[in-house]
């Protein structure tokens, strides 16, 4: 998935500790299509049991008025979860208690980017303002290093108000691969990498939209003739190799991560906005102010072929790589497509699959779609095949985003009036989460869910299996 590449961070840290003792879920469920009295941790068929391990306050989630993007990640041991709280905020809970770590807070401006490192060793914010970057050290949420950020000048700032909407929501900073470097923003164009040992810059890699882009944006300023802005957003490929940058311009460009040298100027001819490497880091996939995205071949910086069309700006469609970088899955505005990411060829089309958003299986034989209609509430394809393996009976409100867990024998599905979990292979509907909302992440074994839910407070649930 797309990591948008612009964030920031200035903050103070407050520990305290909660002492609430974790409550039973209120779990409802369906029979013969009425909606029974909620219960205790009530199951279909006794199959799963879900139990409400705490509720987490103080929670900001996302907006559609204002494009804000919420956080909520588990660390890769599964032993933290951090979310986005009020005031731009990061809170940090211990995931077996329930109880409160640490509160990251920011200046005026507030946080808007974090990232724990791979190892889970470190953790990353970026200040809303001026992007600096600082690395805390998770075992005891003290400053660790702190990585200059921008020093804006006056076009600087021109242009950064025209995206500053676009920037409401929190977004990854990216690590290398190996953990050893993360990328940060210094300038309108340059991005640097630092040590994080050290934190001294390696290199600086100089994007450089001098030119058509600078001039359009300050137009649209001045004279409001163009919606066009400038929109910096670096990542590395899934090997560390290269580091890809766009730039709302028509300039994206591919480095070399370990000397900083421009490896290529990919040939594109409209205004790129977003990119994203396949997990094996052969494959680029960019997308065009119009909404078109064509896959290029990391090696040679050649195309490979362009796989959705062109459609009104920022009508960006949906995109997502299969776990082994093989397959490609587009979505949104027209039927749900699979293509070979080697040939850029369409591989298969899902009819009548109009998908709100799209996910594949752990093992990538499957991919789910949250259907666009009201005969199903999603459905299950085989990517081989074509053929849908399980439906996904109506619910009552349409499913905005779909996941699988970790062992690939849950899909949740979430909606504005709740979240559900289903068993992937029958199909069945095995818990309704009445007060839970958008997002939802599982820890990485599988045995935990944190879901947004009402009035600021997320939710962290405990899934069990009974045999």
Do not use: C
């Not at 993360?182 to 991005?191: A, C, I, K, M």
């Not at 839970?436 to 839910?453: D, H, Q």
Request: no cysteine.
């Amino acid at each position: 998935m797309l990591r948008v590449f612009s964030l920031s961070l200035s903050l103070t840290i407050v520990f305290s500790f909660s002492n609430s003792l974790p409550a039973s879920a209120t779990v409802s469920t369906k029979k013969n299509g009425q909606e029974s009295k909620p219960s205790p941790a009530s199951v279909p068929q006794d199959k799963l049991i879900v139990k409400l391990k705490a509720k987490l306050t103080d929670y900001k989630g996302p907006s559609q008025v204002r494009l804000r993007r919420a956080l909520m990640n588990f660390s890769p041991d599964g032993q933290l979860l951090v979310i986005s709280g009020k005031e731009r905020t990061v809170t940090v809970w211990d995931a077996k208690t329930g109880e409160l770590k640490a509160t990251l807070k920011g200046g005026k401006a507030g946080i808007n980017g974090f990232t724990l490192s791979p190892d889970g060793k470190l953790a990353a914010t970026r200040d809303t303002g001026d992007k600096t970057v600082r690395l805390w050290d998770v075992a005891t949420w003290q400053l660790n290093r702190e990585l200059t950020g921008r020093k804006g000048n006056f076009e600087t700032w021109m242009k950064a108000g025209t995206t500053h909407e676009l920037e409401e929501g929190f977004a990854p900073i990216i690590f290398s691969p190996d953990g050893r470097t993360v990328l940060s923003e210094r300038e309108d164009d340059l991005v640097d990498i630092w040590d994080v040992t050290t934190g001294q810059s390696r290199v600086t890699l100089n994007h450089d939209t001098r030119g058509g882009s600078t001039k359009d944006v300050l137009k649209s300023v001045f004279l409001m003739g163009t919606r066009h802005f400038l929109s910096l957003q670096a990542d590395f490929s899934s090997d560390g190799r290269y580091i890809i940058t766009v730039n709302g311009d028509k300039s994206p460009k591919l480095w070399d991560a370990s000397t900083g040298n421009l490896k290529t100027k990919l040939p594109v001819t409209e205004r790129i906005y977003r990119a994203a490497f396949s997990p094996d880091g052969r494959t680029l996939a960019t997308t065009e102010l119009q909404g078109a995205i064509t896959l290029w071949d990391v090696e040679t910086g050649q195309p490979k072929g362009t796989i959705t069309k062109q459609r009104s700006e920022y009508a960006f469609p949906g995109l997502m790589f299969s776990p082994d970088g093989r397959l490609a899955v587009t979505f949104l505005f027209e039927d749900t497509k699979l293509w070979d990411v080697a040939t850029g060829k369409l591989k298969l089309m899902l009819p009548k699959s109009e998908a709100n958003d799209a996910a594949f299986s752990p093992d990538g034989r499957f991919v789910a779609t949250a259907s666009g209609d009201s005969k199903s509430t999603a459905r299950i394809w085989d990517v081989e095949t074509g053929e849908v393996k399980t439906t996904l009976p109506p619910s009552k409100d349409r499913a905005e985003s779909i996941i699988y867990s970790p062992d690939g024998h849950l899909v949740v599905t979430t909606s504005d009036k709740g979240v559900k979990l289903w068993d992937a292979a029958t199909g069945e509907l095995l818990a309704s989460l009445d007060e839970a909302r958008y997002p939802v992440t599982f820890s990485p074994e599988g045995k935990m869910l944190a879901t947004g839910g009402r009035k600021d407070t997320a939710m962290l649930w405990e899934l069990a299996v009974r045999n």
